[in-house]
Nanobody, 115 residues
Framework: VQLVESGGGLVQPGGSLRLSCAAS????????MKWYRQVPGKERELVASISSTGGDTQYADSVNGRFTISRDNAKNTLYLQMNSLKPEDTAVYYC?????????WGQGTQVTVSS
């Protein structure tokens, strides 16, 4: 069972990044998927979630209208398109797979928004 995030990096304010989360070792299409982020010293924050089929998405108020979560069940991959990035979006971003009481975390990818 593995979730591997990629696509993080350094970007200027107003820029864009697309994060990916490649899943393996479980039936990806059966799981609700979420993106979280965490800043040192703070609790992990839910950013966005998507239903198993991709038909239902939800966003934190802080990213609504700027971020888009999506998934490709044929490729076992979750995405987070991040536009109009702000310095306060700087964090480690984690993907999370959940089905009932079962949850799996990725290792995280650093996103830094700075000029």
């Amino acid at each position: 069972v593995q979730l591997v995030e990629s696509g993080g990096g350094l970007v200027q304010p107003g820029g864009s990044l697309r994060l990916s989360c490649a899943a393996s070792g479980f039936t990806f299409s059966n799981y609700v998927m979420k993106w979280y982020r965490q800043v040192p010293g703070k609790e992990r924050e839910l950013v966005a979630s998507i239903s198993s089929t991709g038909g239902d998405t939800q966003y934190a108020d802080s990213v609504n209208g700027r971020f888009t979560i999506s998934r490709d069940n044929a490729k076992n991959t979750l995405y987070l398109q991040m536009n109009s990035l702000k310095p306060e979006d700087t964090a480690v971003y984690y993907c999370y797979a959940v089905r009932g009481l079962l949850g799996k975390w990725g290792q995280g990818t650093q996103v830094t928004v700075s000029s």
